[in-house]
């Protein structure tokens, strides 16, 4: 069993910055791709970014300059730094992790944390 805990969603001004996190908890044997998506109200969820075991990362082109992931294996965490936020960030943000559990990997997701940018 893995639980996922995201924080650092909330109201921000436009231009402004928030850091979320996802910290992962359970059996976890390693943590293979770690990553965010976000679903906008009436919209499907589509990937921010994700950052591999090897540190390779991948962003959505409407973020690459201003957001950027990282990981902490030490402590199966995932942060997602935004700066320069826009009104169209705002979405719900949901982290994604495959965590190898002795050989099974599992896909988990967090359970979303809500950003919103005002104009």
């Known amino acids: 069993q893995v639980q996922l805990a995201e924080s650092g969603g909330g109201l921000v001004q436009a231009g402004g910055s928030l850091r979320l996190s996802c910290s992962a908890s359970g059996t976890i044997f390693s943590i293979n791709v770690m990553g965010w998506y976000r679903q906008a109200p009436g919209k499907q969820r589509d990937l921010v970014a994700f950052v591999t075991s090897g540190g390779n990362t991948k962003y959505t082109d409407s973020v690459k300059g201003r957001f950027t992931i990282s990981r902490d294996n030490a402590k199966n965490t995932v942060h997602l730094q935004m700066n320069s936020l826009k009104p169209e960030d705002t979405a719900v943000y949901y982290c994604?992790?495959?965590?190898?559990?002795?050989?099974?990997?599992?896909?988990?997701w967090g359970q979303g944390t809500q950003v919103t940018v005002s104009s």
């Open positions: 994604n992790l495959y965590v190898n559990r002795n050989g099974i990997v599992s896909n988990n």
